[in-house]
């Protein structure tokens, strides 16, 4: 939810009122004649008619104004959770994933596992992809397909020969810590929004790297594998792990228990995708009418404001038939 957004909208909303209320009246300052017997006019049936309609008028353009600009300012602040016209089924739930990366863009496992996802992310849908790395949110979730399959493209051929160099890792060296697989799995479990609660989408993650990073040097491990655990089942993420390296307990029962699955890389690193795709994460609870929960396609305040602008244009030549 951008509030930034919400908290101009609604100044500058003030700033109008304000300067209608203090601006002067063009009619006030008519010289109006006098005229005898004003009240006798008033009680008229036609003159009463025609007050309520003016009244009514203004209630009317009032109204649908405050319903447009609601509507207009709610769409723009994006906001996560709104009612969803393509989330009427379970089956039509939308997914989010996380490719989570744990070794270096050059490693072969990883350079197929983002061309994969490169070649394949025009046809997620309403489908949100993200990508991070060992310490760095190279790509946050995101529904523009089109930026995020040519930021995964540039990454999987960064090693070759002419390429430009990206900041895959952020080249971060620590004198008391050592990166542990749990603490980028906490890392890549948090790109989710709202990750400390269950959500109306699918979500699923797909960690590529080793079973463990690095050596046991005694340092301190920012995250247990009983968090790392504990951020996953809570906000309802389907973890899968493709080892590059000798696979780890820890990471099996992870996956086990998140309904994910696990592989060994080898040499066909898109079969063993393939097969983690088709098994996606079921679908999130849902209300008692079958309905999802939106994540962030506004489209019903969005009709809302096109709806309420149509009878504000529609309004005038109501009142002149």
């Known amino acids: 939810m951008w509030w930034g957004v919400v908290i101009a909208g609604m100044a500058l909303l003030a700033g109008c009122i304000g300067a209608a209320m203090l601006s002067p009246d063009r009619a006030g300052r008519r010289e109006l004649r006098p005229l005898a ?9 036609e003159y009463v008619r025609a007050l309520r309609r003016r009244m009514l008028s203004v209630i009317v353009v009032i109204f649908l104004l405050a319903v447009g600009f609601t509507a207009a300012l709610w769409t723009t602040a994006r906001p996560a959770g709104l009612p969803n016209i ?7 739930q939308p997914e989010d994933i996380m490719v989570c990366v744990g070794e270096s863009a050059a490693t072969p496992a990883v350079a ?53 160099p990206a900041a895959f890792v952020a080249p971060v060296r620590y004198a008391d810590y050592a990166a542990t697989v749990e603490d980028v ?59 590059t390296g000798p696979p780890s307990a820890e990471l099996d029962a992870l ?47 969005l009709l809302m404001a096109l709806l309420a602008v149509l009878a504000l244009a529609w309004w005038p030549v109501v009142r002149r038939s």
Do not use: K, M, W
């Not at 017997?37 to 049936?45: E, F, I």
């Open 37 to 45: 017997h004003v009240d006798r006019l008033t009680r008229l049936p």
């Open 86 to 92: 393509a989330s009427a089924s379970a089956a039509g």
């Open 185 to 243: 799995l906490a890392l890549c479990l948090t790109g989710f929004p709202e990750f400390d609660e269950p959500a109306g989408q699918r979500r699923s993650l797909v960690y590529v790297g080793p079973g463990t990073l690095g050596e046991n040097r005694g340092t301190p491990s920012l995250f247990s594998a009983e968090q790392v655990r504990e951020l996953a089942t809570t906000a309802g993420i389907q973890v899968n792990v493709v080892y």
């Open 112 to 164: 197929q596992t983002l061309e994969y996802f490169a070649q394949r992310v025009g046809g997620f849908g309403t489908t949100r992809v993200g990508l991070t790395s060992a310490n760095v949110r190279v790509v946050p979730l995101t529904r523009d397909h089109q930026h995020a399959a040519a930021r995964f493209t540039a990454y999987a051929h960064s090693a070759d020969p002419g390429a430009a």
């Open 255 to 301: 996956a086990r228990d998140t309904g994910g699955q696990t592989a060994s890389a080898g040499s066909e690193v898109a079969t063993q995708l393939a097969a983690i795709r088709n098994h996606p994460p079921e679908p999130a609870a849902v209300d008692d009418v079958g309905a999802t929960v939106g994540v962030e396609t506004p489209d019903v305040p």
